[in-house]
């Protein structure tokens, strides 16, 4: 409902267009009867002017006032008998023409005001409307450019494709994306041009069923470019239909190279993160021995002077020695004094592990390569790239699993289990056993091939037995070692003690002997640390012991049969005819033995 104020406002009007009328009127007559102006002739004219005006200023009620009080004046003041309300049958002719011709001119000037105010109504609504569009056509060209500038940022382009004609349509991205110049008017044969030859078929059969079924599209492929460079696309689109029905295919068009290619990145980098932070837990959780070398002995100084020689190579090193010796600790110090010391070290015992999965262990295996394979494993090798591998007890590998050991060595090649795909690697390989190798390949169990690729540098680790100096430092860091986990403080050991473990000929070695130092500070009550006799399997002074003398027969049979090498040889140990060859043995093995045997090799020389 009107305010009202809006009321008010229309009252106005109202009044003041019938006052306009009576004043023009009245203005009128007045000026007809001024005998200063001699216009008494002319009354018909300021009569109808009245009229126009009412008629324009106040509208139709304001224009019939007007007219009808114009009628009465002229009628009353210029038709004769003048100034007379009598009737005037000769005048009536006069006075219809005057109302008619009144009537008229005021509803042509009613007519004339509308039609003018509607001409500015229209003109202002053409104003506003043209406005309107301007702003409409500014908006949409900065949209346009937005857009233009969005696509080129995301390497996003879009398309249109009328199915029914083939008619297309690219935007500038586009063109940028397939790499076509903006003036080439676009077709799908100029698209199809630039589709990867792998991906053409697939991309064909996605555009059959567009134009087929009208499907919705999401699909990635590869473009490959006129300089040879190749692309990753994503396009997304749908079927609509246009104003007669025909369908057209809308679409957009995504350059996701980058994308892909950062992708891959990020998925080499975090596989060789994962590959790196495997073999990081393997050896935090491994069970070491010990952190470093402990003894100063001759025995000792020569397999570290060999370490020493080989770490910083890359050849392939096998290292022998009885079970606790300390093979992967002379592993472990290859490889930190190596080129690859700052990637991974990857420890794998050939003997812990069944046989029917050794392969997947080192390799790898693919998804469904067997049952229980659910997921892609990642083998020991891949894990270790770039550092250096570690094959305890080589000689329990299976047939098969040496075949692709051998070809990792010659090839530096491999598949994982199940697969197809050849991958590379760059590892180190140091194998150890406490194995006779000659003879596991004298019986058929261990391949030549593989013995002579793993026995590039062989490194003998010499039994404790043979270092017996060096006891006394494994005792003091072992005795550290333990107190300190076990919160009490050991200053010294019993003297009977020390020379008790260094008689006992310990057949574990430095494993056995850990273990009796850590059993002995777990029961010691005091500052001096002892240990029970019964905790070593003999005591090494009983010379009546029957193992004892069997030791003692075997090893002055050892001594006869390298001295009879030595002589026959000249007193030569290396070489085709020396004593390590006559022996079967590697020269450094005979050359332990020459040391921990005493035996003079010199004095078999013939001058």
Not at 38 to 52: D, G, I, N, R
Not at 264 to 284: S, W
Not at 520 to 531: A, K, P, T, W
Request: hydrophobic share 40%; proline share 4%.
């Amino acid at each position: 409902m009107p305010s009202p104020l809006l009321q008010s406002a229309a009252s106005a009007k109202i009044i003041r267009g019938y006052g306009i009328a009576v004043l023009s009127v009245l203005f009128a007559q007045l000026i007809t009867h001024w005998p200063a102006l001699h216009l008494e002739y002319a009354p018909v004219s300021l009569f109808f002017c009245a009229v126009m005006v009412s008629g324009w200023f106040g509208g139709v009620g304001p224009g019939s006032l007007a007219t009808i009080l114009s009628s009465v004046a002229f009628y009353y003041s210029f038709l004769s008998p003048v100034d007379s309300f009598g009737a005037k049958p000769g005048q009536l002719a006069r006075f219809v023409v005057f109302l008619l011709s009144a009537a008229l001119i005021g509803s042509l000037s009613v007519a004339q005001r509308k039609a003018t105010e509607s001409l500015r109504r229209t003109r202002d609504d053409l104003r506003d409307t043209v406005q309107k569009l301007m702003q409409a056509n500014d908006m949409l060209t900065r949209s346009e450019a937005y857009l233009s500038e969005a696509q080129t940022l995301s390497h996003t382009g879009s398309f249109g494709w009328d199915v029914s004609t083939g008619e297309q349509f690219w935007s500038t991205e586009t063109y940028r994306i397939f790499e076509y110049e903006p003036t080439q008017k676009p077709t799908l044969q100029l698209a199809l041009e630039r589709i990867h030859p792998e991906d053409l078929s697939h991309v064909q059969q996605v555009m059959a069923g567009v134009s087929e079924h009208g499907s919705d599209v999401d699909v990635e492929h590869r473009l490959l470019m006129a300089d040879g460079s190749v692309k990753t696309i994503r396009v997304l689109g749908h079927t609509s239909r246009d104003r007669v029905g025909n369908p057209t295919f809308l679409g957009a068009i995504t350059d996701i190279s980058a994308i892909r290619n950062a992708f891959e990145e990020i998925q080499r980098l975090k596989d060789q993160l994962y590959k790196e932070n495997l073999a990081l837990r393997e050896e935090i959780d491994v069970t070491r021995m010990f952190e470093e070398i402990v003894g100063s002995s001759p025995a000792l100084q020569i397999v570290l002077s060999q370490v020493a020689k080989v770490a910083p190579t890359d050849s392939t090193v096998l290292i022998t020695g009885e079970t606790g010796t300390g093979k992967e600790l002379i592993a472990r110090a290859i490889h930190k004094r190596s080129q690859r010391c700052s990637r991974a070290f990857v420890s794998v015992n050939c003997a812990a592990i069944p046989h029917d999965l050794i392969a997947s262990e080192l390799f790898g295996h693919e998804k469904g390569a067997f049952t229980g394979a659910t997921l892609r494993r990642v083998g020991r090798f891949e894990a270790a790239d770039g550092g250096s591998i570690f094959l305890d007890e080589v000689g329990e590998l299976p047939a098969e699993t040496q075949v692709a050991l051998l070809r990792v060595l010659q090839e530096r090649e491999f598949q994982r289990v199940g697969g197809n795909e050849s991958l590379r690697t760059n590892v180190r390989v140091v194998a150890a056993t406490n194995r006779k190798l000659e003879d596991a390949i004298a019986e058929g169990k261990f391949r030549e091939d593989l013995f002579y690729r793993l026995n590039v540098f062989p490194i003998e680790v010499p039994p404790l037995r043979d270092r017996k100096d060096d006891i006394p430092l494994l005792v003091q860091y072992f005795v550290d070692r333990y107190a300190t986990k076990a919160g009490k403080r050991i200053t010294a050991i019993s003297r009977r003690s020390m020379e008790l473990l260094q008689s006992y000929a310990w057949p574990g070695n430095i494993r056995e002997l850990q273990n009796v130092i850590e059993r002995s500070v777990i029961v010691s009550d005091s500052e001096n640390l002892s240990v029970d006799n019964s905790w070593l399997g003999q005591r090494a002074g009983a010379s009546e012991s029957p193992a004892h003398r069997l030791s003692e027969r075997l090893a002055s049979q050892e001594k006869e049969m390298i001295e009879a090498a030595l002589a026959a040889s000249n007193g030569r140990v290396s070489g085709p005819s020396g004593a390590a060859a006559r022996l079967g043995i590697p020269q450094s093995t005979l050359d332990s033995k020459i040391k921990s045997l005493k035996i003079n090799k010199h004095q078999f020389r013939k001058s």
